[in-house]
């Protein structure tokens, strides 16, 4: 009589390379058993003593945490490549919020989000922070795809003396009810996503702060990304954004602040107080001239750091693998200093680090018993990977993202031999293409001498 399979799914494979209680750990030829959505054994050997449902054997793979990208807005995809080489206020004000008012219905962000999650699974990331709008149709294509997902519906009112841009706000009576909608789903939170101290009044923050506490969910926001933004504060207010968003009770544990390049001494001693976390996106900094955010300072003072590329039209990938290089090299570059943030610092900020940030830590992050079984594996067999010598610097300072095979989340396999499962990319592709042929004809009737 055959004995009933102790696990659903079984990994073997020549290396893992996680955290165990915080302490990075690289193994080899490690078994990983997973039973239901979770990781129930992590052995050495080969684990064929054990029965399994289904068997992945990856003689030349790293097995990894699925990475999180606590940054991003996934329908901007479409955006991808149209508006380059700009400083973030034109790219923003003149660019991409009159092209995000005229084009992105919710038609446009299932597609843009589909696209982006096509890239994202195929490079082993397994859960965003999102911000972004139609976040309804975001989410249903977010849930479809299988991922992760702590998403931040953009609130965002251009106050003062701009005009406000229509079809913007996701209303705070549809932000409630997609709540409700998601309130148990093992993988999707909804929060708040209010865009930016200099977009939403103080008036809405307080609102957004005391909604948010009262619901214990979290808040997703811009803050500090360049140096304008923190003297027009300074300005307008008096107070730098973080002093500003400190005192209007914004600031708390599960208060994901993206960017933070511009802070001071005060600014991050009030994020130390409040338990506030900090989202890096170097590639967008660097791309925007925004400048580099100083991560040694923010990590030295205990502030939970995740990793993110902000979204496809200011990176222009969605690739963690290629941001945890850029994440460490702009540390080095920025502190004159090579030992400023090694190998070991970046994967920790796309992984462990990520799902602090995000307060998702009890369940990913790490490859431990116990936790979701979010993982990927990265094949070895490219000659840009050969010889590995120190296996962290390999995944780091060489991979792309595209040497993955297999990607799954709570247990479920949704990338295989480098097959979506979840996601039909012909059909997104399609999607995409009759978007953005539209895009380039407004565009092209809009300005003919391009
Ligand atoms: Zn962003």
Not at 207 to 233: D, F, G
Not at 241 to 269: F, K, M, Q, S
Not at 420 to 425: A, C, E, F, G, T
Request: charged share 25%; with cysteine.
């Amino acid at each position: 009589m055959l004995s009933k399979p102790e696990f659903d799914l079984g990994i073997h494979a020549r290396f893992v390379m996680t955290f165990i209680q915080g302490e990075f750990q690289v193994r080899e030829n490690v078994f990983m058993g997973i039973l239901g959505t979770r990781i129930a054994l992590m052995e050495t050997g080969d684990g064929r003593s054990h029965a399994t449902k289904k068997r992945i054997d990856a003689p030349n793979s790293v097995l990894l945490p699925g990475l999180i990208n606590a940054h991003t807005h996934l329908p901007m995809s479409l955006f991808r490549g149209l508006a380059d080489d700009a400083s973030l206020k034109e790219w923003l004000f003149d660019t991409i919020f009159p092209l995000e008012a005229e084009f992105a219905n919710e038609e446009f962000c299932t597609a843009g989000t589909e696209l982006s999650l096509l890239e994202m699974i195929a490079g082993g990331t397994t859960t965003v922070g999102e911000m972004y709008f139609h976040t309804g149709a975001v989410a249903e294509a977010i849930d479809r795809a299988g991922v992760r997902a702590v998403i931040g519906p953009e609130i965002k009112v251009i106050p003062q003396d701009q005009q406000p841009i229509a079809g913007y706000v996701d209303s705070f009576e549809r932000i409630r009810s997609l709540r409700s909608l998601y309130r148990d789903h093992p993988r999707i939170e909804v929060g708040y996503g209010p865009h930016a101290p200099y977009t939403v009044s103080d008036e809405t923050l307080l609102r957004i702060a005391a909604e948010a506490n009262a619901e214990q969910v979290p808040i997703l926001i811009h803050v500090s990304e360049s140096r304008a933004e923190v003297e027009e504060s300074l300005k307008l207010y008096g107070k730098t954004p973080i002093e500003r968003l400190y005192d209007l009770g914004v600031l708390r544990r599960r208060t994901v602040l993206a960017h933070c390049v511009h802070l001071t001494e005060n600014d991050r001693a009030l994020l130390k107080k409040t338990g506030a976390s900090v989202v890096y996106n170097p590639d967008s900094n660097m791309k925007l001239g925004s400048g580099a955010a100083d991560i040694v300072s923010l990590l030295r003072a205990g502030i939970a750091v995740g990793l993110g590329t902000d979204g496809a039209a200011s990176n222009n990938d969605l690739s963690l693998f290629r941001e945890m290089d850029s994440a460490a090299k702009l540390q080095k570059l920025a502190g004159g200093d090579p030992l400023a943030m090694g190998a070991k610092d970046a994967f920790r900020l796309a992984t462990l680090g990520g799902a602090c940030a995000l307060g998702l830590e009890d369940r990913v992050g790490s490859l431990e018993v116990g936790k979701e079984a979010d993982f990927c594996l990265l094949s070895l067999d490219y000659p840009h990977l050969q010889p590995v010598y120190d296996l962290v610097s390999t995944v780091v300072y060489a991979a792309t993202g595209l040497e993955v095979t297999h990607t799954a989340v709570a247990g479920r396999l949704i990338y295989e031999d480098k097959q979506h499962i979840s996601l039909d990319k012909m059909s997104i592709f399609e999607k995409s293409a009759k978007i953005t042929q539209s895009v380039k004809r407004a565009r092209a009737a809009a300005h003919p001498a391009r």
